[in-house]
């Protein structure tokens, strides 16, 4: 009857702790920036610019010095929150300043060539980050719907964006270019 017991607890605890490895997987981040601020050996001091909220997204630029090496480097910071019973949950995604151009060209595509369409069959496209920040669209029952994930792994992160909502993104990511461009140098 131990051995029962003895067998049966120990394959409850390799079970939960498996189950606890899943469930806490999280993409590894491929951010230039991200690498930049997580590095061993580094001492940084982080500048945080705000810039427009929209529609519940935080847009900051974020500036960092690492006064060690001299090495500056800039990224737009998006930040999301995701209110439940408990907690407020905060998703936080960033991209790169060598990101924005193909983002911009991403979202400009989406407002001025998907959105006006009316494709026959389910459609969706996407732009994904470094840091997994994804904008997109998809197309489903007759309507266009854009979004934004500050973290691609979890629906919490989402927000759904209007017309209006992708000029506004637009405009921070080239004002979030030129910061960056003009703090770096």
Known sequence: MKKVILLLLLSISVSAS???QAKDEVPESKSKAVEFM????SFLVKEFYDLQKIKGVECQV???NNVVSGKKMGCLRLETQYPSQYSNDSY?????SDEL???IQSLEYIKNTLLPSAPAVYTEAEYKTNDGVKFG???NKGKWTAFVYTKSYTSRSAV?????????????????????????K
């Open 92 to 96: 936080i995604g960033t991209l790169d």
């Open 160 to 184: 759904f964006l209007d017309v209006e909502n992708i000029d506004s993104f637009i405009a921070v990511m080239q004002q979030a270019k030129t910061m960056i461009e003009n703090k770096t």
């Open 137 to 139: 669209a998809y197309y």
């Open 18 to 20: 498996s189950f606890a």
């Open 101 to 103: 151009d193909a983002c």
């Open 38 to 41: 997580t590095a061993d050996g």
């Open 62 to 64: 974020l500036i960092m």
